[in-house]
């Protein structure tokens, strides 16, 4: 069964900081997503890591996968108060094409950013 | 449409009563996924429908829960005699089959609440 642990769940940091969150899985995967949502919203998709070694920037934000370590990380470069809300990341762990085993979901990040 | 559609956007609803979700995806994409979010699970995986073809029922919570595709479009989900438990709010996502590259677009969701 494949499981993805998020660390941490919850995070409070000050604007101007930098910090990491932390997504680990137990099975080969070399497909993993991050997510947003904010409080009473749905989804919103942030980066889409598809190979060992793949970064991707948008912002402030930076995503990175090593899959040989079943590890991704979320990178958050002086952080302002716009960025609080809850990341997700997901792994798509199927075998089968077509992603027909879903994704499964780490617990959350719950980021408050404060002035 | 431009992005998915669910409805209703919240649901009260007495216990032992049925209630139907509805989900549109976006228009071209076959692959269509139900979700589940409640505090205590997180996020689960459902069902998933490529285009016309018979689901896989394995991940639905119970022999409660129903879910159909018609015409390879518009889903359905299905859920009988609900009890407390069921309260979640219920995602539907969309992709292009073959393209998890992409990622998966959710739809807004409908809150349920079984009182």
């Known amino acids: 069964e494949l499981k993805v642990e998020q660390n941490p769940l919850f995070l409070s940091m000050q604007e101007g900081k930098n910090y990491t969150i932390y997504c680990n899985y137990s099975t080969t995967s070399d497909r993993l997503y991050w997510y947003r949502q904010d409080p009473g919203k749905s989804l919103e998709s942030l980066f889409v890591l598809l190979s060992n070694g793949a970064v991707k920037q948008e912002g402030r934000l930076m995503a990175s996968l090593d899959t040989k370590a079943r590890l991704s990380t979320l990178h958050i470069t002086a952080a302002v108060h716009d960025l609080s809300a809850t990341y997700f990341c997901a792994v798509d762990g199927g075998d089968s094409g077509g992603g027909a085993d879903g994704l499964t979901f780490g617990k959350g990040t719950h980021l408050i950013i404060q002035p | 449409g431009a992005g998915v559609s669910q409805s209703p956007s919240n649901k009260v609803t007495e216990k032992g009563k049925d209630v139907e979700l509805r989900c549109d995806p976006i228009s071209g994409h076959t692959a269509l996924y139900w979700y589940r979010q409640s505090l205590g699970q997180g996020l689960e995986f459902l069902i998933y429908?490529?285009?016309?073809?018979?689901?896989?029922k394995s991940g639905l919570p119970s022999d409660r829960f129903s879910a159909e595709r018609t015409g390879g479009s518009v889903s359905t989900l299905t859920i009988q005699r609900t009890q407390q438990e069921d309260s979640a709010v219920y995602l539907c996502a969309s992709s292009l089959w073959g393209s998890r590259n992409y990622g998966y677009t959710f739809g807004s969701g409908t809150r349920l609440t079984v009182v």
């Open positions: 429908f490529q285009g016309n073809s018979a689901p896989d």
